[in-house]
């Protein structure tokens, strides 16, 4: 089983939809990512979150660590929000933090006008 | 602004031919990592440094090693080539543990 699970995999939404993409993950963390990656692959770091909500435009991120499930949301979408949205989490390791990331495998977002 | 650069944007390889892959970061950072990323699989840790001249094996080492003699420069070297190596390889860095990685444009690497 992953440690890190998104849904869904796939989403194809109408320009002007709210969209919400969902992470889970097993293991206890330290923080927690939401990443864009454009076709052409560089990397963004949207978020990086460890309680409660961020907002930076049109994206929301939430968590909530007792359910150990974070959410994406983009409101008033637009084709260019088109790109895969990535989960990454930050393991803590009894009492430590360990500096790598466990990454879900990414939920690939279109977006049509 | 944070600048990652990666040697080469896409690259054509034969079975069996060393690759170099190199990660140039301007900011100082102490960390930085190689993934590679494959459909179906997402990003897998390939090796990470923190510090020059230290390196940790990641999720899938096997086929590669790496050389960090300078603080902004991380290389990722395929001994010899194969063809599963055929990928999309990302590289990053952070200030610390709990930074945010940023990250490279990625080369594509074809073995043919």
């Known amino acids: 089983k992953n440690e890190v699970e998104q849904s869904p995999q796939n989403l194809t939404a109408q320009e002007g939809e709210f969209i919400t993409i969902n992470c889970s993950y097993s293991v206890g963390i330290s923080a927690l990512h939401w990443l864009q990656q454009h076709p052409g692959g560089g990397i963004v770091s949207l978020f990086m979150?460890?309680?409660g909500k961020k907002k930076h435009g049109r994206l929301i991120a939430t968590i909530n660590i007792q359910e150990k499930h974070s959410s994406l949301h983009i409101t008033a979408s637009h084709p260019r929000d088109s790109a895969v949205y990535i989960c990454a989490v930050r393991a803590r390791y009894y009492g430590g933090s360990q500096g790598n990331l466990i990454f879900g495998k990414g939920t690939k977002l279109s977006v049509k006008p | 602004d944070v600048k990652v650069t990666q040697s080469s944007r896409y690259l054509v390889k034969r079975t069996g031919e060393k690759v170099f892959l190199e990660c140039v970061q301007d900011?100082?950072?102490?960390?930085m990592f190689w993934y590679r990323q494959d459909p179906g699989l997402g990003l897998r840790l390939i090796y990470f440094s923190y510090d020059v001249k230290m390196k940790e094996k990641g999720d899938i080492p096997e086929g590669y090693s790496v050389s960090r003699e300078k603080k902004e420069r991380f290389s990722l070297i395929l001994e010899s080539a194969s063809t599963n190596q055929t990928s999309m390889y990302l590289c990053?860095?952070?200030?610390?543990?709990?930074?945010?990685?940023?990250f490279g444009p990625g080369t594509r690497l074809l073995v043919l």
């Open positions: 900011m100082d950072h102490e960390n």
């Open positions: 979150l460890s309680s």
């Open positions: 990053a860095s952070s200030g610390t543990d709990e930074e945010t990685q940023y």
